[in-house]
């Protein structure tokens, strides 16, 4: 059974960093590209960032320049480093992958069950 499973969400102040963390069991994920989404209040799921099993990474022009996405292939493992917060970034945070398609809106294979982030002013 595949899980996708987040930690490291809580609750900062603007201005302060948060790294996030996804470990993914059931199956290696090493060839594929994973990604990190989220979802504000009254407010569709948005795409944050991507990575590529070749390391390329993307990411949405809110976060470019602020948020770090990584992996380790040996760990199975996506992360998400976010800096210099700000309380527009306050959502709840998904890993998902595989992802298919490029862009901003791939398709997603699996969810991971979400982790809160909230930032406060």
């Known amino acids: 059974q595949v899980q996708l499973v987040e930690s490291g969400g809580g609750s900062v102040q603007a201005g302060g960093s948060l790294r996030l963390s996804c470990a993914a069991s059931g199956r290696t994920f090493s060839t594929s590209a994973m990604g990190w989404f989220r979802q504000a209040p009254g407010k569709e799921r948005e795409f944050v960032a991507t990575?590529?099993?070749?390391?390329?990474?993307y990411y949405a022009d809110s976060v470019r320049g602020r948020f770090t996405i990584s992996r380790d292939n040996a760990k199975n493992t996506v992360y998400l480093q976010m800096n210099s917060l700000k309380p527009e970034d306050t959502a709840v945070y998904y890993c998902g992958g595989p992802l298919w398609g490029s862009g901003t809106r791939p398709t997603v294979d699996y969810w991971g069950q979400g982790t809160q982030v909230t930032v406060s002013s």
């Open positions: 990575i590529n099993w070749d390391g390329y990474t």
